[in-house]
């Protein structure tokens, strides 16, 4: 059975800082791309940033560039989104997701999701 559990949201300052971690199982995580997805209030979800499976390639959301680093530790069986210099607009749920096949914009892709980490971030 897969399942992904995130962690590591909270409430921060604007300029802060949040790690936030993806745990799955019930698959073999170096088999596949893991990408963070975020959701704002009355917003429709949308893709921040993916790491692919097979040459570690990452990808990030325009608005995010620079600011978040997305990593994976197979072994650990770990995948994080490190997030700095957060801004307000950074406020939403965020998920992480499996991808087979490389990482997509499209979100009907992603095969299975986590149940969200709320990040909030303050003016």
């Known amino acids: 059975q897969v399942q992904l559990v995130e962690s590591g949201g909270g409430f921060v300052q604007a300029g802060g800082s949040l790690r936030l971690s993806c745990t799955p199982s019930?698959?073999?995580?170096?088999?596949?791309?893991m990408g963070w997805w975020r959701q704002a209030p009355g917003k429709e979800r949308e893709g921040i940033s993916c790491?692919?499976?097979?040459?570690?390639?990452?990808y990030y959301r325009d608005s995010v560039k620079g600011r978040f680093t997305i990593s994976r530790d197979n072994p650990k069986r770990m995948v994080y989104l490190q997030m700095d210099s957060l801004k307000p607009e950074d406020t939403g749920i965020y998920y992480c997701?499996?991808?087979?096949?490389?990482?997509?914009?499209?979100?009907?892709?992603?095969?299975?999701w986590g149940q969200g980490t709320q990040v909030t971030v303050s003016s």
């Open positions: 997701a499996v991808v087979a096949r490389g990482c997509n914009e499209r979100m009907s892709v992603y095969g299975s």
């Open positions: 019930g698959f073999a995580l170096d088999s596949y791309s």
């Open positions: 790491i692919n499976n097979v040459n570690g390639g990452t």
